[in-house]
């Protein structure tokens, strides 16, 4: 089975920590918070092995960025990630019902 190399953008960094700061600091809950880290790392994993079977997507504008889409096993979060060769590179970090088309530069 291939296991892709893991990389994470500076951008991906921070839309993690941003959305992992929001819930320990404005909703409170450090066990959240956790359960956040928990499904990132838990849905990484099966990232590292799975990318290249990821379908492309069918919207445009995530295929013109060469861009391919994994939701959170638990949470509704996903990674919009790029597969180069062996490396995956995760690009941004999105909740399930924010505007990422409009956020995407």
């Known amino acids: ?10 951008q991906a960094q921070a839309d993690l920590r941003a959305r992992v700061r929001y819930l ?3 909703k409170r809950s450090v066990q959240a918070a956790q359960s956040l880290l928990d ?10 092995v799975l990318a290249g079977a990821i379908a492309d997507p069918s919207d445009e504008k995530l295929k013109r ?8 096993i638990h949470h509704n979060y996903f990674m919009l990630f790029k597969v180069e060769d062996t490396k995956v590179i995760i690009v ?3 909740h399930g019902l924010e ?3 409009r956020k995407l530069q």
Do not use: G, P, Q, W
């Open 24 to 26: 320990h600091e404005v």
């Open 99 to 101: 505007d990422y088309k």
């Open 92 to 94: 941004r970090i999105f």
């Open 65 to 72: 960025r060469c861009l391919k889409r994994i939701n959170f």
């Open 1 to 10: 089975m291939k296991h892709y190399k893991m990389y994470i953008t500076i």
């Open 39 to 48: 499904d990132y790392v838990e849905t990484r994993a099966v990232l590292s």
